[in-house]
């Protein structure tokens, strides 16, 4: 039973390469674009290693499909789509990540293949930020107006007039903070010393698109 699972995974990724050459994405593009590297996508061709579920999450995140028909649990083909967005009902699909990064968000390592839909106009506001993705907050607000489990939608793009920030102390050292420059105040109540003077801001937070009850 396995074994032909297996090759029922293999039988339609090829079918999704097939595709995607179709539309000029190569191997190459498709690793960068899932954020693994050549050789792994390589390797799913030629049989040598299987379609797990994150593989097959971060492809259907990537290039709008159903990830469980890659899987073999699906039964209609996959249709492509543009990266994310779904052009008739014009819901946006953006990447969750448990802490802030920087950088292509679908290619970024802390990505595990979560995603959430968005429509209205959490979607528009989403389409005008630059590498937008989801950041679920985890962290105990120092003013209380954020709660655990907050997604925020975050834009890698400047903007001084916002209320929340993410901000950079070293490359590996990214957090959400409140404050201007030289004087950034993380949000988490468990940091209580400001941040280093040479601390920058590197994207800021749009808004909530989504809070418990």
Not at 29 to 37: D, K, Q
């Amino acid at each position: 039973m396995a074994g032909e699972l297996n090759a029922l995974r293999f039988e339609r990724f090829d079918q999704l390469v097939a595709n995607l050459a179709d539309q000029g994405v190569s191997q190459q593009e498709i690793a960068r674009r899932t954020g693994l590297p050549p050789q792994y996508v390589s390797d799913v061709k030629r049989h040598r290693r299987t379609v797990s579920e994150l593989f097959a999450r971060r492809l259907a995140a990537q290039f709008d499909f159903d990830y469980e028909w890659l899987l073999g649990s699906g039964t209609s083909s996959a249709s492509l789509g543009s990266c994310g967005v779904d052009e008739t009902s014009g819901i946006l699909s953006l990447p969750v990540v448990g802490d802030p990064i920087q950088g292509p968000p679908r290619s970024h390592r802390h990505w595990q293949g979560e995603c959430i839909e968005l429509a209205g106009i959490a979607a528009a506001k989403a389409r005008s930020a630059l590498d937008p993705y989801i950041l679920r907050f985890r962290a105990d607000d120092r003013d209380g107006l954020l709660q655990r489990n907050d997604l925020l939608l975050i834009s890698q793009m400047v903007d001084e007039t916002a209320e929340l920030h993410v901000v950079a102390v070293s490359i590996k050292k990214l957090y959400l903070a409140r404050g201007t420059y030289g004087a950034f105040q993380r949000v988490s109540k468990q940091a209580r010393d400001p941040l280093p003077e040479s601390t920058k801001a590197i994207g800021h937070c749009v808004g909530i698109v989504w809070r418990q009850l």
